[in-house]
């Protein structure tokens, strides 16, 4: 049957026809124009985050503040989809299938409240019997039920001798983190996890109680605070001292705005992070990253805290880690057992350099820079997750030719350049510092960049810009303690709230020092996956 006889002949037949196929037009048009209102907006938003990210100075935003711009446009588009979706029900139904498809699947172990909807009758429309099931719709939808509060009340009855009189027997007194205080372990871990990874200060804290019904000063939460650090600080110096004997370290500094009252402002303080991370090479050492705060940054606080390293230090181009290098290289010249401190510098701060040329000005020799650099993270991509020897066999054979030849390429350049030029520093970088930024070459253990202990540190940024600063030198030492540990428990997947809530309450009652091992993150994780197991 050709299309011509499919057309009715009956003229109300032939006119519902072209109803149907005007209206079907019309849909078709109406999705059209809100595609391309929909890609018209998504390329504003593009063009906005351009700007955001590649614009001048006083337009650009922090790398911290992107996510919240990246929110704020999202919504928009949302919001625009919504208002679409209400006067075009065919693209609303076609939006809810793309929903059901995409959305993924809840976790299992959230508990499941089910809802079942009736039809209004069960007897058939057409004979009256009564109908049975053949089958059902199931959705789910992610619900919450408001944080809930509860008052846990201990009772310890006595008991008493009637023949005697004068024997009483009562079960000793839990031990507490707040002795005489209202907290339990957990409410204290709710607080530090709530400040030092959720980032809300405590007197934003102490508001959100307060819409609850608890009336519980920030002086009262600070002090718990400074209560739990005190009980922690010994795992954490256990964690520092298990970096500090690594093979290998990352190492940086982030400055931590302390408040002077005796001159009425702040001061700069220093964050030290060392961090170890050996997971792109398969190394058995557990990762784990730890802060030190400092009043300074001068080269003394470095020499303080890394006097008992010795192994390779990957970080950036500050000179006193050249100094800690070369006082422990005195030493094993000298004649000490311990051996040196190498230092493998950090392409990605190489990269930075000439990347910032390129963006303000023609710079083919700043652009060439950032292709050849390229190339050596293409590599690296490659061979992340091979063991180390692997890492290293591909690193010289296919990595070494093109630093041998990017280094008089390097040099040509600079020779045509003023030194003190934008240009001309960002060239005499990688040449003042090629040794430890080729040293990743002869090492399959050594990464190209200190990204690692970078990413580490973008908690202590947002932490600083909602708190400001710390009050004292002692807060921006409890700050230290508690940002490692619960970052440590992030890379390895633990839950920093149940981690602190059951290690806080081992500690009080009394765990051994010498089993402070047991109560690492790694090691607790492994404690809880075998009892999950042993439940299962």
Known sequence: MTDLDAIPDDPSALRAALLAMRAELAAERALRRGLEDRNERLQHFIRQLQRMQFGRRSEALDPDQLNLALEDLEQAVAEADAEAEKADPPRREARARERRQNRGTLPGHLPRIEVVIEPPTTICPCCSGAMHIIGEDRSERLDVIPMRWQVIVTRRPKYGCRACGSAVVQAPAPPRLIEGGLPTERLVAHVLVAKYADHAPLYRQAQMLARQGIALDRSTLASWVGTAAAELKPLWRLLRDDLLGSAKLFVDETPAPVLDPGRGRTKTGWFWAIAR??????????????????????????????????????????????????????????????????????????????????????????????????????????????????????????????????????????????????????????????????????????????????????????????????????????????????????????????????????????????????????AWKAEQDALHRAAA
């Not at 390779?312 to 100094?323: C, H, M, N, V």
């Not at 006082?327 to 701060?349: F, I, K, R, Y």
């Open 277 to 522: 991370d050996d997971r792109p090479w398969g190394g058995a050492d557990p990762p784990a990253v730890v802060f030190t705060y400092a009043p300074g940054r001068g080269h003394a606080h470095a020499a303080t805290l890394l006097k008992d390293f010795r192994g390779i230090l990957q970080t950036d181009a500050y000179a006193a880690y050249k100094a800690v290098a070369g006082a422990a290289g005195d030493e094993a010249a000298a004649g000490s057992a311990d051996g040196g401190v190498l230092l493998a510098h950090c392409w990605a701060h190489c990269r930075r350099r000439f990347y910032e040329v390129a963006q303000k000005r023609p710079a083919p020799i700043a652009h060439e820079a950032l292709r050849r650099i390229a190339a050596l993270y293409e590599i690296e991509a490659e061979i992340r997750g091979r063991p180390a020897c692997e890492r290293r066999a591909v690193r010289q054979a296919r990595t070494k030719p093109l630093l041998d030849a990017m280094r008089p390429w390097l040099e040509q350049c600079r020779a045509q350049l003023s030194k003190k030029s934008p240009l001309g520093e960002a060239i005499g970088y990688p040449l003042n510092q090629w040794e430890g930024l080729t040293l990743f070459l002869d090492d399959g253990r050594i990464e190209i960049d200190s990204n690692v202990i970078e990413r580490s540190m973008r908690p202590i940024a947002l932490n600083r810009k909602n708190a400001l600063f710390a009050g004292h030198d002692l807060g921006a030492e409890n700050w230290a303690v508690l940002a490692s540990l619960i970052e440590t428990c992030k890379w390895h997947a633990v839950n920093p709230e149940a981690w602190l809530a059951d290690v806080l309450a081992r500690l009080v009652s009394g765990w051994p020092n010498r089993r402070l091992a047991e109560l690492t993150p790694w």
